[in-house]
């Protein structure tokens, strides 16, 4: 089934530790982006890829790092956690143009604690 | 920067009552719309979509009409039914640019039996 796959589907982590979320989606799409999903703040960019090789920040950036090396996949690592990147993170994926969907990945839960 | 705006929620209405959510946005060009739902534990889905000014978008008995003077993209629904209860977002894809989806907080609708 086409789509986008996320894992792991939740994680608890301790504070500092390194930890990388996954995401790959097999639409063949262009962009892809991460959004952390906090409760009233609904979603808030992190990064984004708009092709393979290219990435930018949105808006919560810190504390956040993504590579683009090929069209599938866009990790995004946490290189040291801290509780305040306590969250759900979906991972979401759509076609070049401003009248296009995003799917959205089933989202990754972390607790860091 | 482009930003969307939701009416506050939760909205708790009883099954086959009327339901109109509020959203508005700022944008520097020309945007396309959208409506997404979120149901527990999932990612989100596009509801309905509408690209240029005075289209109407509709799905599963949701309607939104895209209305550039007033810079709204109001959801409503006739009569709701309790598997309706989900997150809703309103959200807009800029013309021009990255395309980049820009979500607003969401709105909760909870409906009774």
């Known amino acids: 089934i086409a789509g986008i796959t996320q894992a792991p589907t939740s994680q608890i982590l301790a504070a500092g530790r390194r930890m990388t979320l996954r995401c790959t989606q097999d639409?063949?799409?262009?962009?892809m982006y991460w959004y952390r999903q906090d409760l009233g703040l609904g979603l808030r960019l992190i990064h984004y890829?708009?092709?393979?090789?290219?990435?930018g920040k949105g808006e919560v950036p810190d504390g956040y790092s993504v590579s683009r090396a090929n069209t599938d996949d866009f990790p995004l690592t946490l290189a040291s956690a801290v509780p305040s990147q306590t969250s759900v993170y979906f991972c979401a994926s759509k076609k070049e143009g401003r009248g296009t969907e995003a799917f959205f990945g089933q989202g990754t839960r972390l607790t860091v604690v | 920067g482009d930003s969307v705006t939701q009416m506050e929620g939760p909205v708790t209405l009883s099954e086959e009552a009327f339901l109109t959510i509020n959203c508005t946005y700022t944008a520097t060009g020309y945007p396309s719309l959208f409506w997404y739902v979120q149901y527990p534990g999932e990612g989100l889905q596009l509801l309905l979509k509408?690209?240029?000014?005075?289209d109407k978008g509709s799905n599963k008995g949701f309607e939104a009409t895209y209305r550039k003077e007033t810079t709204s993209f109001h959801l409503e629904k006739g009569s709701v039914q309790v598997s309706d209860s989900a997150v809703y977002f309103c959200a807009l894809t800029e013309s021009g640019g990255s395309y980049i989806p820009t979500f607003g907080r969401g709105t909760s609708l909870i409906v009774h039996p």
């Open positions: 890829s708009n092709t393979a090789g290219t990435t």
């Open positions: 509408a690209t240029k000014a005075d």
């Open positions: 639409m063949r799409h262009n962009a």
